[in-house]
C-alpha cells in the first residue's frame, strides 16, 4: 500500500513538473481622446489581479502579465494565440478586456451580472459559444495600471486575484468573485462587493457621495477621517457591526422603495444610523462577516 502511495505522488509529481508555461507582458500607453470628468477606465478580468495605483501624469500606463499553463506544447501554443488583451476606445471611456475562445464582452450584456453595475452593459457573454466551450490550458492575467487620480474606475475580477486601488479620488467601482478587495486613500463615491474575501477601505478624505460595501463571506474594514458626516445603514445574517465613533444616533425604521423593469421592490431597513451631524449614506452588508466602521 506504501509502495502505492508513492507511485501515485510521484506520478502526480511528474504530471506537475511536465507542465508546459509561458509568460508574457504586455504594456500600453492609452489617453483619453475626450478629456472631462466623466473619463473612465473600466477593467474586466476573469482570472486575476486587478491592481491600479494614481499618478500625476497624463496617461493611463499599462502592464498586464500572461501566464498560460498547459499539459503539451500544443496546447500551450493554442493558449498563447487564443486568449489576448481587449482594448475598446469609446474616447472618453477606455475598457480593458480578456479575449478568449469561450466568451465574449460587449455592450448589453448586462443580463449576464449578478448585480445592477455601473459600466453601461459592457459585461462579458458566458453563453452563445459551443456546446460545453473549455479551454484546454489554463490562463491568468495580471493587471497592473497607472491613471491619472482624477479618472474613475470600474474594476472587476473573477477568480484567483485580488482588487486594489491606490490614490484615486474620483468614483471606485470594484466587484470581485473569489478574491479581496483593498481600496486606499480613495476620496470618492464608492461601491464596492465580494463574495469570497475581505472588504479593507481607507478614506483621505471623507466621501460626499453615497457608497456601498457588500461581502457574503468576509468582513468589512472600513476607515474614515474624524469628524464624519453620514447616514449609516447595516445589515447581515452572521455578522456584526463595530465602531468607534462616540457621536452615534439609531434612526428609525426606514421603508426603502426600488422601481425595477419586473416591478416595484420594497426593503424594510431597521439598522440605520446617525454618525455626526449625518449626510451622506454609506451602505454596509455582509452574510457571514463583521462590519468595523472606525475613524482615523
Not at 497607472?146 to 479620488?169: A, F, Q, R, W, Y
Not at 480613495?186 to 466621501?207: C, K, Q, R
Request: net charge negative; proline share 2%.
Amino acid at each position: 500500500m506504501k509502495n502505492l502511495l508513492t507511485i501515485i505522488i510521484l506520478f502526480a509529481f511528474a504530471l506537475i513538473t511536465h507542465a508546459q508555461k509561458f509568460n508574457e507582458v504586455i504594456k500600453e500607453s492609452l489617453q483619453f481622446e475626450k478629456q472631462s470628468e466623466s473619463n473612465a477606465l473600466i477593467v474586466a478580468n476573469i482570472n486575476g489581479n486587478v491592481t491600479v495605483v494614481a499618478h500625476d501624469g497624463p496617461e493611463i500606463l499599462v502592464e498586464v502579465e500572461k501566464q498560460i499553463v498547459a499539459k503539451t506544447d500544443q496546447r500551450l501554443e493554442k493558449g498563447k494565440r487564443e486568449v489576448q488583451l481587449g482594448i475598446i476606445d469609446l474616447a472618453d471611456t477606455l475598457i480593458l478586456f480578456v479575449k478568449g475562445p469561450c466568451t465574449s464582452y460587449g455592450q448589453g450584456n448586462q443580463k449576464y451580472h449578478r448585480n445592477e453595475r455601473e459600466g453601461k452593459g459592457w459585461n462579458y457573454n458566458w453563453s452563445g459559444h459551443r456546446d460545453n466551450c473549455m479551454e484546454d490550458y489554463n490562463f491568468k492575467l495580471n493587471f497592473k495600471i497607472m491613471v491619472p487620480s482624477s479618472v474613475n474606475v470600474h474594476l472587476s475580477t473573477i477568480n484567483d486575484g485580488n482588487i486594489e486601488v491606490s490614490g484615486v479620488k474620483a468614483q471606485v467601482y470594484a466587484d470581485n468573485i473569489n478574491g479581496s478587495i483593498k481600496l486606499t486613500k480613495i476620496a470618492g463615491a464608492t461601491s464596492a462587493s465580494t463574495i469570497n474575501g475581505d472588504l479593507d477601505l481607507e478614506y483621505e478624505v471623507n466621501p460626499k457621495s453615497d457608497c456601498r460595501f457588500y461581502s457574503l463571506n468576509g468582513d468589512i474594514n472600513a476607515f474614515f477621517q474624524k469628524g464624519l458626516g453620514a447616514s449609516v445603514s447595516f445589515e447581515s445574517f452572521n455578522g456584526d457591526f463595530f465602531t468607534n465613533v462616540n457621536t452615534l444616533e439609531s434612526l428609525p425604521v426606514q421603508l426603502e422603495k426600488e422601481t425595477r423593469k419586473e416591478g416595484t421592490k420594497y426593503k424594510i431597513n431597521g439598522n440605520r444610523y446617525k454618525v455626526g451631524p449625518g449626510g451622506v449614506r454609506l451602505d454596509f452588508e455582509t452574510f457571514n462577516g463583521n462590519v468595523y466602521l472606525k475613524e482615523i
